[in-house]
């Protein structure tokens, strides 16, 4: 059966989410929404160019006006949010009332617990809501429910990811590949993970360990806030240790530590000869600018490892996807990897693979499954079996 499909905010990840659809989704109709009409209209027409068919429709929306928003919803199945992530929770709200399901991308998990308040109403109106549901969070924990779907007892599951350039540039090493308010709350917020089965919190920008990764050589990684949302809250118990960490070039981390201890991320304002200034926003504009290279490409390095026992052996389960740019439609690594991720939960929704109520997103579909439904998707996954 036919769907139609609503995307809010119709950007770079919103766009890529909007191809998937077409492609794999059976959409009737796909609405892009965006406060710019232009916006809107310019990913139409690239989204219909690329699958062959007017699919996509455009529409200016003001996604916090809730009748705005109401009429932008009507005859809509499944609606995804890719608007920044603090607008996530009204937006549910909204949708739940006019009785439309609803994905986010997620980006901060004190918002995806407040989406997941709105359970009881999303149930009265027979709706599902799944949050966090992009490249981490989203995919990233989709491995680890993989790895723990192949063993009989989970020992631990450690989770990483990494948007890289494609051609590093000193002293960063680093592109930006979403906006920098993300970048820094990942990196300056605490972060959520298992150790000898209990929740506990943990440094930033810490715990630094080298790995290996084919076609790159040495890389390092690091923790970071975000990256495993609810799974740790989830898991608890049921595995000794569960983390995620953050992929870059060798001594990116140390760099960006400098920002984080000598204050140019705190919210308090300072005073200087020029007048008051507040330090992340100052930081904000200069890096968010420095760290941008249109004219390089990027990549993306996903990597999961599982210990557990299976049938009375030890194992060790490695995934690993290393994805770059698609010079075919143009489509950035990340783009793909969120969007693609997004669109896959989306049409598991119209599909009705959720009871109505808000999930959170490592309850929502299996890990066998989500990895079969990517891989359809051309991503690439090697998956390595050794004796541990």
Sequence with gaps: MTKTFAILGSGMQGTAAAYDLARHAEAAQIKMGDQSREQAQKSSDRVNTLVGRNVCHAYAVDALDPEDLGKFLEGVDVVLSCVPYWMHPRIAAIAIRHRVNMVDMGGDTAVAWETLKLDAQAKAEGVAIVPDTGLAPGLVNDLGSYLMEQFDRTESVKLYCGGLPQNPKPPFNYKLVFNIEGLVTEYSHQADVIRDGKVVQVDTLAELETI???GLGEMEAFTTSGGASTAPFTLEGQLGNYEYKTIRFPGHCERMRLF???GFWDMEPVHTRSGEVIPIHLFHKLMGEALRDPNDKDQVIVRGVGVG??????LCVQMDIHEKHDDETEFTAMERLTGF?????????ADGGCNPGCHRYETAMTGVKFVDEIQKRGIGIRIARSSA
């Design 260 to 262: 984080k201890d000598y």
């Design 341 to 349: 991720s997004t669109a896959t939960y989306a049409k598991h929704l």
């Design 212 to 214: 290996h990764v084919d």
């Design 309 to 314: 026992m299976k049938d009375g052996q030890r």
